[in-house]
């Protein structure tokens, strides 16, 4: 999970230094897939019934819509990722949000 969401520059990364905590970023990674899954996310969370009840909950707990939006980006390509793997087919019942 952390290899292909740093890969694809959707993990965080801490901009700390010293005492000093600053607030988590994606960076990194390859632009154009992280692009490509930003928008497959945009639709998965309005019509995705998984998806759109893990962003409504992270939204509901007060995250900002884009930092919802990029954990569901995350959520989104480890679901993909481990269905390539196995390669069984999207199944609502074994994905929870």
């Keep these: ?13 801490a901009n700390d230094s010293g005492n000093r ?6 960076q990194g990674g390859r632009f154009e897939i992280r692009r490509v899954l930003y928008m ?4 998965a969370a ?3 019934p998984v998806i759109r009840a893990f962003y409504e ?4 707990a007060g995250k900002l819509p884009k930092v919802a939006l990029v954990a569901c980006m995350r959520k989104l390509l480890t679901t993909l990722n481990a269905m390539v793997r196995t390669g069984k087919p999207w199944d609502p019942s074994l994905h929870r949000a």
């Design 1 to 13: 999970r952390r290899e292909i969401a740093a890969l694809a520059g959707v993990a965080p990364v």
């Design 21 to 26: 905590k600053g607030r988590r970023r994606v």
């Design 40 to 43: 497959a996310t945009l639709t």
């Design 46 to 48: 309005r019509y995705n």
């Design 57 to 60: 909950r992270l939204r509901a």
